[in-house]
T-cell receptor, first 110, second 114 residues
Framework: GQNIDQPTEMTATEGAIVQINCTYQTSGFNGLFWYQQHAGEAPTFLSY????GLEEKGRFSSFLSRSKGYSYLLLKELQMKDSASYLCAVSHNYGQNFVFGPGTRLSVLP | EAQVTQNPRYLITVTGKKLTVTCSQN?????MSWYRQDPGLGLRQIYYSMNVEVTDKGDVPEGYKVSRKEKRNFPLILESPSPNQTSLYFC?????????????FGQGTRLTVV
């Protein structure tokens, strides 16, 4: 089966850098996605990784190591509006299925 | 405006009364899917569809049905709802499944079955 792990909660200070880790075990891996979800709202896409390495997108970067089944999302220059849940999701079964991790709730403090 | 529209946003119903949650996308996406989100369990895929008339089970399909008669619509049907189906439901679509398949989510439907 598929299994995705993320820390349940994290806290960081405004202006700081935070790294949210995600580990996964799956068959037919096809890509790894990160989504942001504010309370009561729909998830919104942040980034995806298909190959190993770092993908940078403004204040957000995502890293993937397929051999280790590991990814992280790096958020720089944290802002209060970054307080949200961050969902790691794996596309597997050759792209037919998405499996989401339980999400990491990030609180940004002033 | 590109969007995924779900209706209704909120629904309270009684056990056993059939209901349908509609989902429509205007982006000509091939891939559509339904998820439920429960505290501590995250988003779990119920059903997905690779294209018109092509649907398949996700991780938690029991008690649900779907259909994909047109590309834009993907309704979720609960033939006989039970209290354990009380949840927050999301419909999502993407241009295609797999890499670069960024998913766009609807606003969510909060369902309560009493």
């Amino acid at each position: 089966g598929q299994n995705i792990d993320q820390p349940t909660e994290m806290t960081a200070t405004e202006g700081a850098i935070v790294q949210i880790n995600c580990t996964y075990q799956t068959s037919g891996f096809n890509g790894l996605f990160w989504y942001q979800q504010h309370a009561g709202e729909a998830p919104t896409f942040l980034s995806y990784n298909v190959l190993d390495g770092l993908e940078e997108k403004g204040r957000f970067s995502s890293f993937l190591s397929r051999s280790k089944g590991y990814s992280y999302l790096l958020l720089k220059e944290l802002q209060m509006k970054d307080s949200a849940s961050y969902l790691c999701a794996v596309s597997h079964n050759y792209g037919q299925n998405f499996v989401f991790g339980p999400g990491t709730r990030l609180s940004v403090l002033p | 405006e590109a969007q995924v529209t779900q209706n209704p946003r909120y629904l309270i119903t009684v056990t056993g009364k059939k209901l349908t949650v509609t989902c429509s996308q205007n982006m000509n996406h091939e891939y559509m899917s339904w998820y439920r989100q429960d505290p501590g369990l995250g988003l779990r895929q119920i059903y997905y569809s690779m294209n018109v008339e092509v649907t398949d089970k996700g991780d938690v399909p029991e008690g649900y049905k779907v259909s994909r008669k047109e590309k834009r619509n993907f309704p979720l049907i609960l033939e006989s709802p039970s209290p354990n189906q009380t949840s927050l439901y999301f419909c999502a679509s993407s241009l295609y499944a797999g890499p670069r398949g960024e998913a766009f989510f609807g606003q969510g439907t909060r369902l309560t079955v009493v």
